[in-house]
């Protein structure tokens, strides 16, 4: 057997359902340890250099102007850890990654996962700009406030702080009001469980998916007119303002209703009967073979070129 054939069954051997997003340095150790392919030395290795890793970080903040309590300790191992789990998750297979964690020591995975933040906070904040920049005009205050209020709080307060001791925390346990869709992460990296829902990441990486969803979720809704998405809203509900909801899942409902029926999408109008009349006896298969038609029917009438959140609508739907 070669090496690159043990290495790939050794991977098979991992279960990859034990790992989380959350807490994915300490869920591969796990997940390897049970494989069998990480051995009870290699553990304790590991377990010492995150103390001696833990020891210095707790030093510098209590050497500085920072008062230092027990349950500092282990917020910062959890910064830690999460830190060291970001870089992880850059590889493709988590053999790979495991290999990683026997080869260098903690202190590095550490350098090159705070490295990782600082990329992902730079890419957030040229996505917060494209945000702006692609704002819908729908007067809905919980999504004008998310975007304009909070999310900008989260910058202004994300400080070399978090990025040292509380990597795994958003500043003031921020949250962000409005709701995204979220079929499922879309974009270019590859990375372990890239699919995972937004609201399984903890930190920077949350920050960066939610901010991903906003901006193709905008790029969707611009292609429809201020009119017609006011339209769909205050026919969803009268005092809209009053309730908790996604602009985006309302436009993209009356948009693939009206191409199913065989109206514009663009106008997002479509009486209930006539969908009805649409759908009248129509078989499971033969719906969805019409949602399909009807996906790509409205990519094509409404021009949206980017191929990901063509994916991200296409995810929503169901659609293969």
Same mark, same amino acid.
């Given at each position: 057997?070669?090496?690159?054939?043990?290495?790939?069954?050794?991977?098979?051997?991992?279960?990859?359902? @034990?790992?989380?997003?959350?807490?994915?340095?300490?869920?591969?150790?796990?997940?390897?340890?049970?494989?069998?392919?990480i051995s009870e030395d290699e553990i304790m290795r590991i377990q010492l250099e995150c103390i001696h890793l833990l020891a210095d970080k707790t030093k510098k903040?209590?050497?500085?102007?920072?008062?230092?309590?027990?349950?500092?300790?282990?917020?910062?191992? #959890?910064?830690?850890?999460?830190?060291?789990?970001?870089?992880? #998750?850059?590889?493709?297979?988590?053999y790979s990654a495991i290999e990683s964690i026997k080869d260098t020591p903690i202190s590095e995975l550490y350098i090159l996962g705070q490295k990782r933040i600082?990329?992902?906070?730079?890419?957030?904040?040229?996505?917060?700009?494209?945000?702006?920049?692609?704002? *819908?005009?729908?007067?809905?205050?919980?999504?004008?406030?998310?975007?304009?209020?909070?999310?900008?709080?989260? $910058?202004?307060?994300?400080?070399?702080?978090?990025?040292?001791?509380?990597?795994?925390?958003?500043?003031?346990?921020?949250?962000?009001?409005?709701? =995204?869709?979220?079929?499922?992460?879309?974009?270019?990296?590859? %990375?372990?469980?890239?699919?995972?829902?937004?609201?399984?990441?903890?930190?920077?990486?949350? =920050?960066? @998916?939610?901010?991903?969803?906003?901006?193709? %979720?905008?790029?969707?809704? #611009?292609?429809?007119?201020?009119?017609? *998405?006011? @339209?769909?809203?205050?026919?969803?509900?009268?005092?809209?303002?009053?309730?908790?909801?996604?602009? $985006? %899942?309302?436009?993209?409902?009356?948009?693939?209703?009206?191409?199913?029926?065989?109206?514009?999408?663009?106008?997002?109008?479509?009486?209930?009967?006539?969908?009805?009349?649409?759908?009248?006896?129509?078989?499971?298969?033969?719906? #969805?073979?019409?949602?399909?038609?009807?996906?790509?029917?409205?990519?094509?009438?409404?021009?949206?070129?980017?191929?990901?959140v063509q994916e991200y609508v296409r995810k929503w739907l169901g659609v293969v």
């Open positions: 057997m070669t090496g690159q054939n043990k290495g790939l069954l050794q991977t098979n051997a991992i279960d990859v359902m @034990r790992l989380r997003q959350d807490s994915f340095f300490e869920s591969l150790l796990q997940a390897a340890q049970h494989a069998g392919i903040y209590a050497s500085g102007s920072y008062s230092f309590l027990i349950n500092d300790a282990e917020n910062i191992m #959890k910064s830690n850890l999460y830190t060291i789990g970001l870089y992880l #998750k850059s590889f493709s297979n988590p600082k990329t992902k906070l730079n890419v957030s904040r040229h996505l917060y700009l494209n945000i702006i920049e692609t704002m *819908i005009d729908t007067g809905y205050d919980y999504y004008t406030f998310t975007l304009t209020k909070q999310i900008k709080q989260f $910058f202004d307060l994300y400080t070399d702080f978090f990025l040292w001791y509380s990597a795994h925390e958003l500043p003031d346990n921020i949250i962000f009001s409005y709701p =995204v869709c979220d079929p499922g992460y879309i974009g270019e990296q590859q %990375e372990l469980f890239a699919a995972s829902l937004i609201s399984d990441f903890v930190g920077i990486e949350y =920050v960066q @998916r939610y901010l991903q969803a906003i901006y193709y %979720e905008n790029m969707f809704c #611009k292609s429809f007119s201020s009119e017609a *998405i006011q @339209r769909v809203l205050l026919n969803y509900h009268a005092d809209y303002n009053s309730i908790l909801f996604n602009i $985006f %899942e309302k436009v993209l409902i009356a948009a693939i209703g009206c191409a199913m029926a065989g109206e514009k999408s663009k106008d997002l109008y479509i009486s209930k009967d006539r969908l009805e009349m649409a759908l009248a006896n129509k078989s499971e298969e033969e719906t #969805k073979l019409m949602l399909t038609n009807a996906y790509y029917k409205l990519i094509d009438e409404i021009g949206i070129k980017n191929v990901h």
